[in-house]
């Protein structure tokens, strides 16, 4: 089966500091990548998406990701962290043997003034 | 707003209660979705339904019924439920699950806090 991994159960960041959320996929073929992001007391909203082309994927709210194939990974990044980041945020791999999607089980990201 | 909304938004009920979640979806999709989602854990795909027709069911306990009378509207009837039950159940809904073999993004409702005592 398809899944992600998402390492980190915390991320804090200074504002105005980069910041990374790591994610890495173990899939057979080509991976479907996506983030999916969780304002406190909302559901989840699409930030993007790797389906082929370029590596460099750029996405919602000024976040971009690099997907690695060499690596199996799929960062999320945002050049300069803002305080109203602050949420959790969720990878996850289309599965290809149902077409359902299969999160990771989310990094919360804290961004501090 | 993403145009999926959800009710009720918090939930208190005993383990013989019997309550329904009830999820509604403005977009014009004809796929809806049941998750749940725990702290730390995974997202849990719970059910699937495509134009209506049911097209997954992940393991789930039967004491968790889906209904989905039209491709609008998705319920989800509790009875009997136990206290690890206790989570934020989620809906979403995308366009097709056919079209876009799960590529297409999904849209997902505020969720409803469920606890159960």
């Known amino acids: 089966a398809q899944s992600v991994a998402q390492p980190e159960d915390q991320v804090n960041v200074a504002e105005g500091n980069p910041l990374t959320v790591k994610c890495t996929y173990s899939?057979?073929?080509?991976?479907?990548l996506f983030w999916y992001v969780q304002y406190p007391n909302r559901g989840l909203q699409f930030l993007l998406k790797?389906?082929?082309?370029?590596?460099l994927v750029k996405g919602s709210y000024g976040f971009e990701a690099e997907f690695n194939k060499s690596q199996t990974s799929f960062h999320l990044k945002k050049p300069s962290a803002l305080v109203s980041d602050s949420a959790l945020y969720f990878c996850?791999?289309?599965?290809?043997?149902?077409?359902?999607?299969?999160f990771g089980k989310g990094n919360q990201v804290v961004v501090i003034p | 707003e993403t145009g999926v909304t959800q009710t009720p938004r918090h939930l208190v009920m005993g383990m013989t209660n019997k309550k329904s979640l009830k999820c509604e979806q403005h977009?014009?999709?004809?796929?809806m979705y049941w998750y749940k989602q725990s702290a730390k854990k995974p997202l849990e795909l719970m059910f699937v339904?495509?134009?209506?027709?049911?097209?997954e069911n992940n393991s789930v306990p039967s004491r968790f019924s889906p209904e989905c009378p039209n491709s609008s509207h998705l319920f989800l009837h509790l009875h009997t439920l136990q206290p690890e039950d206790s989570a934020l159940y989620l809906c979403?809904?995308?366009?097709?699950?056919?079209?876009?073999?799960?590529?297409?993004?999904?849209?997902f409702g505020p969720g409803t806090r469920l606890l159960v005592l």
């Open positions: 996850a791999v289309r599965d290809k043997e149902n077409n359902r999607l299969a």
């Open positions: 339904y495509n134009f209506k027709e049911q097209t």
């Open positions: 790797y389906i082929t082309g370029d590596n």
């Open positions: 899939v057979s073929g080509n991976p479907y």
């Open positions: 977009l014009g999709h004809n796929a």
């Open positions: 979403a809904s995308s366009q097709d699950l056919a079209l876009a073999g799960g590529l297409e993004t999904q849209y």
